[in-house]
Structure formats: structure tokens, C-alpha cells
């Protein structure tokens, strides 16, 4: 069977499947995975969601079927990128460039978790399923120093009270994150946002930070 990119993933089996694009996290500092988002651990991990609804309850397309073809695309990604043909992490060994974490199928909702080896796996990853859910082209993480170095940034921060902070008051910092981001997409953060670069990244919460198109910076600790 011809595989499909994993827009047309979960269209089968139900009327008008959408990406979701609102919900909530799972608590402070816990990420739900409700909606189309990428998590950021403190450990500066990064996660994906991808969740859709439908209009009517899904009879035909099953859980199973969904996993096996996520599955597909997880195995086929690693082996061409060197990796071991495998589509979940095992304990005691290396980390898969990505690993289906969780996939679930409840009526009218379906959600496909990832876990990537590095930050540049998720774009790759996505640009090779066309994951449409969010226009990322680029994502790094690191101390937050070092990013903001590397990407040449000079501009001010915006913070989570809605004050402006210049770009030596983030970067003396030591403890001090950032996440780097080429492209629009929904972030969820396990510790706490600090600042988002003032331009069009909007602090949704202090977990959650939204960017628009072009580089973003996301300040957390």
C-alpha cells in the first residue's frame, strides 16, 4: 500500500477531519499533548503532537491501522538517516532520530506523539510526512548565551508580564534556556517562560509560547 503523508493520515474513516488548534496544557508544567504542538523539556528534549478531530465519530479507519502506518514512516525515516529500522525507544540504547511515543484513536480524536533524537529531526521528520500542522524550518535549543550568539540577535524581549528586556538582561543569565525558531507553531515549554523575542512571538501562558513566520527566541528556565 502507497503510504500517505500524514496530512491525509487520519482522513480516512471519518467525515472533515481537522487539526485541532486550540486546548490546554495538563497542569503546571505538564504537557497534555491536546493540541498541534512541539514540547520543549528542561533537558532540552523536544516532543510533537499531532492531534485532529472530526466532525462524527470514526468507524472505519482503527488505532491499530493508525500506528502501523506512523510506524511506517518512523522506520523508513530512521534507516535513511542511518538509524536502526525501529519506531519506538528502547531502554539501554541509543535514541532513535524519532520514536513514536503514543498513538491514540477515541472517537472523534486522533493524536500522534513523537520523540526526536535532536530538534533538527522534528523539521526534517516533518518535512518529510508533510506535517502540515505548523510551518517550522528550522529549531534549536540550547543555553539560552550561546543561541542567541549563534543566531545573531540584537533585539529586545518581551516578558511575560508584558515588560521589555534588553538583550543583556537575558544573556547574563546563566540558567537561562532558548528555544530558536524558523516558522509559525505552538510551544509548549516544561519550565517556565521568561521572554519570547519581541516581534511576533506572543506568550500564551507561562508555559506556552506561540510564534509567528520568521526567527523567534523563546526564553526559559
Known amino acids: 500500500m502507497k503510504k500517505r503523508k500524514f496530512a491525509g493520515l487520519l482522513v480516512l474513516g471519518a467525515v472533515g477531519f481537522l487539526m485541532v488548534s486550540c486546548g490546554g496544557t495538563g497542569g503546571a508544567g505538564k504537557w497534555a499533548a491536546s493540541e498541534n504542538s512541539i514540547y520543549v523539556t528542561k533537558d532540552m528534549e523536544v516532543q510533537s503532537a499531532m492531534v485532529f478531530t472530526s466532525a462524527e465519530a470514526n468507524e472505519l479507519y482503527s488505532q491499530e491501522e493508525m500506528a502501523a502506518e506512523a510506524k511506517e514512516w518512523v522506520r523508513d525515516y530512521n534507516a535513511a538517516n542511518g538509524a536502526e529500522a525501529a519506531s519506538e525507544n528502547q531502554d539501554k540504547k541509543i535514541k532513535l532520530p524519532v520514536a513514536l ?3 491514540t484513536l477515541e472517537g472523534q480524536t486522533g493524536r500522534l506523539v513523537f520523540d526526536y533524537g535532536t530538534p533538527d529531526h522534528f523539521v526534517r521528520f516533518a518535512q518529510a510526512t ?4 505548523h510551518s517550522v524550518t528550522a529549531l534549536s ?3 539560552a548565551a550561546d543561541v542567541l550568539a549563534l543566531g545573531n540577535y540584537t533585539g529586545s524581549f518581551t516578558a511575560m508580564d508584558g515588560g521589555t528586556a534588553e538583550l543583556g538582561d537575558v544573556t547574563k543569565e546563566d540558567k537561562y534556556k532558548a528555544v530558536a525558531v524558523e516558522g509559525a507553531g505552538v510551544f509548549f515549554l516544561e519550565g517556565k517562560v ?7 512571538t506572543v ?3 507561562e508555559h506556552t509560547a506561540v510564534t509567528g513566520d520568521g526567527m523567534n527566541y523563546i526564553i526559559f528556565q
Do not use: E, L, N, P
Open 130 to 133: 508533510g506535517d502540515d500542522t
Open 203 to 205: 506568550i500564551r501562558d
Open 194 to 200: 521568561m521572554y519570547v523575542s519581541a516581534g511576533d
Open 101 to 103: 511515543k503514543s498513538c
Open 141 to 143: 535549543v540550547g543555553k
